[in-house]
């Protein structure tokens, strides 16, 4: 249980200048997303009839409240950097989907924006949240 643990929270070990750039790439690709489900997340709990798109077969509403638990919850996490790597995870199933399944006719214009941050998602979920986050200091309490 306990490299369970270590392995979700561990933050990597790298120098400085990596520490910092993991903190910019996470607070700001989290934000970026974060403004992406708010909007859906209004529509979630809002009084209007659910318009989404239901691309893996679960119904719409179910579909929808995926995407806001990824692009709501997910994102904060990410911006705070708590459990880093596994909230990394939906990020990515969910532009993976929105690329290869919501745009997939609509041209690479329109999946190339999914794909750059399926591909942010990826390393940040390889590399986890670095030096700057509360990964770390779960670490730092574990390894003592």
């Given at each position: 249980?306990?490299?369970i643990v270590k392995n979700i929270f561990n933050p990597?070990?790298?120098?400085n200048s990596a520490n910092i750039s993991l903190l910019i790439l996470r607070v700001v690709i989290g934000i970026f997303m974060l403004t992406h489900g708010l909007g859906k997340?209004?529509?979630l709990f809002g009084s209007e009839p659910i318009q989404f798109r239901d691309p893996i077969g679960v119904g719409a509403t179910a579909s929808l409240a995926l995407a806001v638990f990824a692009e709501?919850?997910?994102s904060i996490l990410l911006i705070i950097g708590l459990g880093t790597r596994l909230a990394a995870i939906p990020l990515l199933i969910t532009m993976l989907v929105a690329a290869f399944i919501v745009h997939i006719n609509d041209g690479f214009g329109r999946q190339e924006f999914a794909l750059l941050y399926a591909l942010i998602y990826m390393v940040i979920a390889t590399m986890g949240a670095g030096k700057y986050s509360i990964d770390y200091l779960i670490m730092k309490k574990i390894r003592r």
């Open positions: 249980m306990k490299q990597g070990t790298y120098p997340l209004e529509a709501v919850f997910c």
